[in-house]
């Protein structure tokens, strides 16, 4: 093995990767295993997932969630884009410990019942930041 060889695999070895399963839970064509979404991708699908997820939704861990739909038929007002970004920064903060919040930013579309959330987040090991973008609606 060339040293540039020894000195990339030693590097891989080190670097933090997180991983999660497609949510889907769809399997590889060839090989059947599990499909899984690596780094930005695993912790973007963890913090949409746990932004869209209501308080009391899930089974044994009630406090799990963020409460966002709930805020689609307030008045906007400044307090409610505050609240909305403290309800994010909260749920990042306490339930996903890869990311580190940085930005959130809410716009509401009142014709249409629906909020566009776009959240800036960096993962703990990296200095780059990554922006998720979700759009709130009403589902009942």
Do not use: C, W
Not at 78 to 86: R, V
Not at 119 to 138: A, G, Q, W
């Amino acid at each position: 093995m060339s040293k540039n060889t020894q000195t990339t695999e030693l590097s891989r070895k080190d670097t933090v990767f997180f991983s999660d399963f497609f949510t889907d839970f769809s399997r590889h064509a060839q090989t059947g295993e599990l499909n899984k979404k690596t780094n930005e991708n695993a912790v973007k699908q963890s913090v949409r997932n746990l932004l869209l997820t209501g308080r009391y939704e899930r089974l044994f861990q009630p406090e799990v969630g963020s409460n966002l739909r709930q805020m689609l038929f307030e008045n906007a007002t400044p307090a409610l884009y505050i609240q909305i970004k403290e309800y994010i920064e909260a749920t990042i903060k306490n339930y996903e410990p890869r990311a580190e919040f940085v930005t959130s930013d809410v716009s509401f579309d009142h014709d249409r019942n629906t909020a566009n959330v776009t959240v800036i987040f960096r993962l703990i090991n990296s200095t780059i930041p990554t922006t998720l973008e979700l759009i709130l609606e009403r589902i009942r």
